[in-house]
């Protein structure tokens, strides 16, 4: 089971956030980072799976790039509720 969510958005450092983590992956053992290209399946409902993930992690780590603050801005707005999850989830005990 995961025990890190890394949290990043795709269009500004996706890259980044998959060498990241396939080296706490080597610090911290095979599956111990949540990314949601690898571990959310195909027809799986999103926003169920990201929830579901916060209540078992024990860190969230959130990766900030350069057009970060451009999120508000994003034509697909339902991307940033990934991120409402995320900053909400120590308010329902997660994490």
Known sequence: ???????????????????????????FGAGSVFRD?????????????IETHLQQVGVVLVMIG????DAGADPMPWRLHGYEIA????ERGCC
């Open 37 to 49: 290209v690898d571990d959310i399946r195909p027809g799986e409902d999103f926003i169920h799976a």
């Open 66 to 69: 350069p057009r970060w603050l």
């Open 1 to 27: 089971m995961a025990r890190i969510f890394l949290s990043y958005r795709r269009d500004d450092s996706a890259g980044f956030a998959g060498r990241l983590a396939d080296a706490m992956e080597s610090e």
């Open 87 to 90: 900053a909400r989830a120590p």
